[in-house]
């Protein structure tokens, strides 16, 4: 099994509202990423966990919260988002995060729509 | 700080005709060098790949050799698809760890038969 699974695949919020993304991995692999993709712009990194311990976190507001509550799966926690938060969400894996040439596997993304 | 700079698209071809996505980066010391693939309504998917200097990547067709000298890593395809379509993004392995990438802009191709 080499997917990134995650869900929903789209999701629409108020900017009232508290939602949670998903991501799961069965890889084995114990580092875990969430990227954020504007529409038509490359991929930018928003937070790593390595070994369920937060490893980076892109000096994200605070309205996005992580939560990696075992090494298969990785959270996002929204709360009163901004229209502008509007974009699709990456999540990816990794054999371990810091060793040389790792190759990442993407998940298909959720992409999230704040009215 | 390092970056990646992609050539604008959109890249529109026919089918089998050769393609090439210019790609150059800056950075400091010498990172590994990919090329992402991303297909509509879909996640990123790793091409290809080299992580020294006049080392070629390869895969699917598509090559990219790292050339120090001129900071580049250009990808090409002898004769495209049409189902070769998508979203290509040049990317560098950020040296502080934590297999952080730092993407180009992305270049859009659309191959028609």
């Known amino acids: 099994d080499t997917e990134v699974t995650q869900t929903p695949k789209h999701l629409v919020m108020g900017m009232t509202n508290k939602k949670s993304l998903k991501c799961e991995q069965h890889?084995?692999?114990?580092?875990m990423y969430w990227y954020k993709q504007k529409a038509k712009k490359p991929p930018e990194l928003m937070f790593v966990?390595?070994?369920?311990?937060?490893?980076i976190n892109e000096s994200v507001p605070s309205r996005f919260s992580p939560e990696c509550p075992n090494s298969s799966l990785l959270n996002l926690h929204l709360h009163a988002l901004q229209p502008e938060d509007s974009a699709l969400y990456l999540c990816?894996?990794?054999?371990?995060?810091?060793?040389?040439?790792?190759?990442?596997?993407f998940g298909s993304g959720t992409q999230l729509s704040v009215l | 700080g390092d970056s990646v700079t992609q050539m604008e698209g959109p890249v529109t071809l026919s089918e089998e005709a050769f393609l090439t996505i210019n790609c150059t980066y800056t950075?400091?010391?010498?990172?590994?060098l990919f090329w992402y693939v991303q297909y509509p309504g879909e996640g990123l998917q790793l091409l290809l790949k080299?992580?020294?200097?006049?080392d070629k990547g390869s895969n699917k067709g598509f090559e990219a050799t790292y050339r120090k000298e001129t900071t580049s890593f250009h990808l090409e395809k002898g004769s495209v698809q049409v189902s070769d379509s998508a979203v290509y993004f040049c990317?560098?392995?950020?040296?502080?760890?934590?297999?952080?990438?730092?993407f180009g802009a992305g270049t859009r191709l659309a191959v028609h038969p």
């Open positions: 990816a894996s990794s054999q371990q995060g810091q060793l040389l040439n790792e190759k990442l596997f």
């Open positions: 890889m084995g692999h114990r580092a």
């Open positions: 966990y390595s070994y369920e311990k937060l490893s």
């Open positions: 950075a400091t010391g010498y990172p590994s």
């Open positions: 080299a992580t020294k200097a006049d």
């Open positions: 990317a560098l392995r950020d040296p502080g760890g934590y297999n952080k990438l730092i």
